[in-house]
C-alpha cells in the first residue's frame, strides 16, 4: 500500500461501549506505534511494538486499552467501557527498522473517536 | 518531570519572510529531536531529524538547529510561502522514548 491506513476514519461511541480501531502499517514496517492526540496538544505516546511483539505499553492511560498486532502486521487498539475523556484522535504510525526512534515515522490519518 | 515547549500556539508572517519555530525542554537528554509539519485532519508527517552531535541540518528552504547546552531547538523555514501554513511539532527522542510538543501553528498571508 502506499502508506499507513486506519479505519474507520471518525466513529462515535456511547459512554461504556467498546470500540476497536485498525492500523495497517506500511507493508514489511517492523515497528507500530499508537499516539492519541487530544485537540491543540502533540500526539502522546501509548504503546509500541516490534514485529508482533508489544515491548513498551506504559503509556497505555488505563486497563480499559487493550492492544495487539498478533502477526506483526495489521494492529488493533481496542477501548473498553469507553469514557468522554477517551474522546481524541488515535494516530498509528510504522516505521521500517526495530530501533525504535531512529528513523521516520510514518502516521496514518488517524480515527477521530467522539465519546458521547 | 519532562518537559517541552513550542514556542506558541500560533505564529503568523508575512509570505517572503523566514519562520522561526522553537522547541524548548527541561529534564531530558535526548538523542535525537525531530521536527514534523501537521496538517488539519491528516497524521504528522516526517520533515528532519538531528543528532544529539550535529549543530545543524537542513534540507531545501528547511534548517533546523539543536543546542543541547541550552536544551533548543530552532526550526527555520525561509522564503516562507502559503502552501508553509500548517502545525509543526518537535518531538524528542532518547533511548526509547519519543515525545512530541504541543505543536505551533504557523500561518504565513500572502
Known amino acids: 500500500g502506499a502508506g499507513v491506513s486506519q479505519s474507520p476514519r471518525y466513529k462515535v461511541a456511547k459512554r461504556g461501549q467498546d470500540v476497536a480501531l485498525r492500523c495497517d502499517p506500511i507493508?514489511?514496517?517492523?515497528?507500530l506505534f499508537w499516539y492519541q492526540q487530544a485537540l491543540g496538544q502533540g500526539p502522546e505516546f501509548l504503546t509500541y511494538?516490534?514485529?508482533?511483539?508489544?515491548?513498551?505499553k506504559s503509556g497505555l492511560p488505563s486497563d480499559r486499552f487493550f492492544a495487539e498486532r498478533p502477526e506483526g502486521s495489521v494492529s488493533t487498539l481496542k477501548i473498553q467501557r469507553t469514557q468522554q475523556e477517551d474522546s481524541a484522535v488515535y494516530l498509528c504510525?510504522?516505521?521500517?527498522?526495530?530501533?525504535?526512534?531512529?528513523?521516520?515515522?510514518?502516521f496514518g490519518p488517524g480515527t477521530r473517536l467522539t465519546v458521547l | 518531570s519532562q518537559k517541552i515547549e513550542q514556542n506558541s500556539e500560533a505564529l503568523n508572517i508575512q509570505e517572503g519572510k523566514t519562520a522561526t519555530l522553537t522547541c524548548n525542554y527541561t529534564?531530558?537528554?535526548?538523542?535525537?529531536l525531530q521536527w514534523y509539519r501537521q496538517d488539519p485532519g491528516r497524521g504528522p508527517v516526517f520533515l528532519l531529524l538531528?543528532?544529539?552531535?550535529?549543530k545543524e541540518k537542513r534540507k531545501e528552504r528547511l534548517k533546523v538547529t539543536f543546542d543541547t547546552t541550552l536544551k533548543q531547538s530552532l526550526f527555520h523555514i525561509t522564503a516562507s510561502q502559503p502552501a508553509d501554513s500548517a502545525t509543526y511539532l518537535c518531538?524528542?527522542?532518547?533511548?526509547?522514548?519519543?515525545?512530541f510538543g504541543s505543536g505551533t501553528r504557523l500561518s504565513i498571508r500572502p
Open positions: 529534564n531530558y537528554s535526548p538523542a535525537y
Open positions: 511494538f516490534q514485529n508482533e511483539a508489544q515491548l513498551d
Open positions: 538531528i543528532r544529539e552531535n550535529e
Open positions: 504510525a510504522s516505521s521500517p527498522q526495530g530501533a525504535r526512534g531512529t528513523d521516520t515515522q510514518y
Open positions: 518531538a524528542l527522542v532518547s533511548a526509547s522514548k519519543i515525545i
Open positions: 507493508s514489511g514496517h517492523v515497528s
